[in-house]
């Protein structure tokens, strides 16, 4: 069963409080999303460590209720 594009964003803010994160739905199935993910907690980590963290927060959902997930993880400006 697909995710919703909003369970995703809360399961994000849970695990990174500060984030701003905005969601697209890239094929319109509910299943292949992309994830823009800004917050501070981010600096000084490396991308790999950002993605880690963001992947930590959906609770074991990727490959499985969470299909396919493209992530952009960033400091804000």
């Known amino acids: 069963m697909?995710?919703?594009s909003d369970d995703i964003v809360s399961?994000?803010?849970?695990?990174?409080p500060d984030?701003?994160?905005e969601i697209t739905d890239l094929a319109g199935d509910g299943d292949h999303y992309?994830?823009?993910?800004?917050s501070e907690t981010f600096a000084?980590?490396?991308?790999?460590?950002?993605?880690?963290l963001v992947y930590a927060a959906l609770e074991g959902r990727m490959g499985?209720?969470?299909?396919?997930?493209?992530i952009e993880?960033?400091?804000p400006d």
């Open 44 to 52: 000084g980590m490396s991308r790999v460590k950002q993605h880690q």
């Open 19 to 21: 984030a701003q994160v």
């Open 64 to 70: 499985g209720e969470l299909h396919a997930l493209a």
């Open 2 to 4: 697909p995710m919703k």
């Open 73 to 75: 993880t960033r400091t």
């Open 34 to 38: 992309k994830a823009v993910v800004v």
């Open 11 to 16: 399961l994000i803010k849970d695990g990174v």
